[in-house]
């Protein structure tokens, strides 16, 4: 079947009939030949399986109606989404805004955004308490005799090792109670 020119109006006389107005191959020995060369299913009559034959030709040419239509409608639908400059990108993201939303208002949303939170701000608080707790720690350490004792050696060693001077500099041991005098003018 021609579908180029086809009458694609459903409410037209002529609807599936090709340029000339003359039927298609089907009726007109495709679908008849067929009945008659194939022996008839058990239980139909030739006039049923005629009938039946005729009927299939009448829906699958309905059919091929309908695909041109729907056709005709896509482009024209086309056609005006272009001329409002609607482009697929646009629609996509409006689907995705659309969708997120949806999403955000949802009840499980809502639960596991509020867990969330719950959990971040209890998170945070551990943090907060145990850098408190370790600064306080370090802070005690760095007072005991133990690390003030460590202290004073490595810098005993690091004396031992640069000397008193490095750079034109002078360097005081952690030990020496003199400490290193400023000349300058400021």
């Known amino acids: 079947m021609d579908p180029v020119g086809q009458d694609i109006n459903l409410n037209s006389p002529n609807k599936g009939l090709g ?20 022996t008839l299913p058990p239980g ?32 024209h639908s086309a056609e005006l989404k272009r001329k409002l ?10 689907n995705l805004t659309k969708g997120w939303q949806d999403v955000q208002t949802s009840n499980a949303y809502k639960k596991t955004s509020e867990t969330l939170s719950v959990a971040g701000q209890k998170t945070t608080a551990a943090f907060s308490t145990m850098g408190t707790v370790l600064s306080r720690k370090l802070g005690d350490m760095r007072n005991s005799p133990t690390f003030k004792s460590f202290e004073d050696k490595v810098g005993n060693i690091k004396y031992m090792v640069v000397g008193p001077r490095r750079n034109g500099e ?17």
Not at 19 to 38: C, Y
Not at 48 to 60: C, H, I, Q, R
Not at 86 to 92: A, C, K, M, T, V
């Open 19 to 38: 340029p000339a107005g003359g039927v298609d191959s089907l009726t007109e020995g495709g679908a008849m030949g067929v009945a008659a060369a194939n």
């Open 44 to 75: 139909l009559t030739e006039e049923e399986a005629e009938e039946l034959y005729s009927d299939l030709a009448k829906v699958e040419e309905e059919i091929n109606t309908l695909r041109q239509v729907l056709l005709a409608k896509e482009k």
């Open 85 to 94: 400059g609607l482009s697929p990108l646009n629609e996509l993201k409006q």
């Open 170 to 186: 002078a360097v005081q041991s952690p030990t020496e109670t003199n400490p290193v005098q400023d000349n300058a003018p400021f």
